[in-house]
């Protein structure tokens, strides 16, 4: 498995900004939803709470999505979570994050993207 993401949001006025390689992918078809976990490459942050040595080059990463159809048929926005560290969610590393599939009804804690396009596929 190959793959590369990148995430960057603004909070606070302080940039939230990861690069990482896919390390591990779990998808649930059915519900358009899928579960990634890789390996920080890049940490461009420049707020202190995202400097920690828990988010370095090379340490696990993890975040989901679910796609929710594409353009105007959509049935709403794409969706994702922020990005999950060791610790988040009960999980040491990205290939336990993606083998437990975690979900909160209601699709709680995801946000909605601002710009992308998320396709989930078996």
Known sequence: MTG???QSRVRNGLLIE???SVTCVT???VNHRAWVGGVVTVN???DPNFQTAIHQVGRDVWFRVVDNGEGAHAAAADRTT???FTGAAGFTTSAQYCAGQPWAAGDANTFPLVDG???VRP
């Open 27 to 29: 998808v649930d078809a």
């Open 117 to 119: 396009n998320i396709q």
């Open 4 to 6: 590369t993401f990148r």
């Open 18 to 20: 990861f690069e990482g």
């Open 82 to 84: 922020v990005l999950g």
């Open 44 to 46: 461009n942050s420049t």
